[in-house]
């Protein structure tokens, strides 16, 4: 028996590998977090937003590690908290 997809699942497969490899490359973690802040609202519970929230959070904790500009840190960083307001985190961090 096959197990069944999930959103999780699903983003996981459509974002690990992609992160993992451009965490040193600005503009792809840059769009990385701007497809989550474009599926976020699309999300239609909690357990889907935590998914989105997992990648971001790794995103943003590479980029702080291994983007070596601080410009690129910034914009990573405001493109990060504006994912958090999306998903209705901010007062939960």
């Given at each position: 028996m096959?197990?069944?997809f999930t959103?999780?699942?699903i983003t996981n497969a459509a974002l690990d590998q992609i992160r993992q490899y451009s965490q040193t490359?600005?503009?792809v973690t840059i769009r990385l977090l701007e497809i989550l802040n474009t599926i976020g609202p699309l999300t239609c519970n909690r357990q889907q937003?935590?998914?989105l929230l997992r990648q971001a959070e790794m995103i943003e904790k590479a980029s702080r590690?291994?983007?070596p500009?601080?410009?690129d840190k910034k914009d990573v960083q405001e493109r990060y908290?504006?994912?958090l307001d999306a998903l209705k985190f901010e007062n939960e961090k």
């Open positions: 096959t197990k069944p959103f999780a699942g490359n600005p503009a937003r935590q998914a590690e291994s983007l500009d601080e410009n908290k504006a994912l």
